[in-house]
């Protein structure tokens, strides 16, 4: 069975950091790329940032370039997101999802973590 369950989120107050890990299980974690996503009600989902399978290379959304750093371990079959400099705007729920990289839409999202920034 495959589970992508995520964990850090939380309130803080802007400008403040959190970290949010994504534990993957049921999957061959490390022929996954994965991506981070964040969505809020009335909103359109957004990609938020992205790490190939082994972690070489990375992208974010124009957004949270400069505050967000995503990375993995993949001996621990967990993908993380440093969100620092946290604005209300980032109040969101946020999900990982893993994408194959050899099997085109085989996709498998967690249920997401939520996010909360506010004074």
């Known amino acids: 069975q495959v589970q992508l369950v995520e964990s850090g989120g939380g309130l803080v107050q802007p400008g403040g950091s959190l970290r949010l890990s994504c534990a993957a299980s049921g999957i061959t974690f490390s022929v996954y790329a994965m991506t981070w996503y964040r969505q809020a009600p009335g909103k359109e989902r957004e990609l938020v940032a992205a790490i190939t399978s082994a972690g070489g290379s990375t992208n974010y959304a124009d957004s949270v370039k400069g505050r967000f750093t995503i990375s993995r371990d993949n001996a621990k079959n967990t993908v993380y997101l440093q969100m620092n400099s946290l604005k209300p705007e980032d109040t969101d729920v946020y999900c990982c999802?893993?994408?194959?990289?050899?099997?085109?839409?085989?996709?498998?999202w967690g249920r997401g973590t939520q996010v909360a920034v506010s004074s």
């Open positions: 999802v893993a994408h194959h990289n050899y099997v085109p839409r085989l996709d498998y």
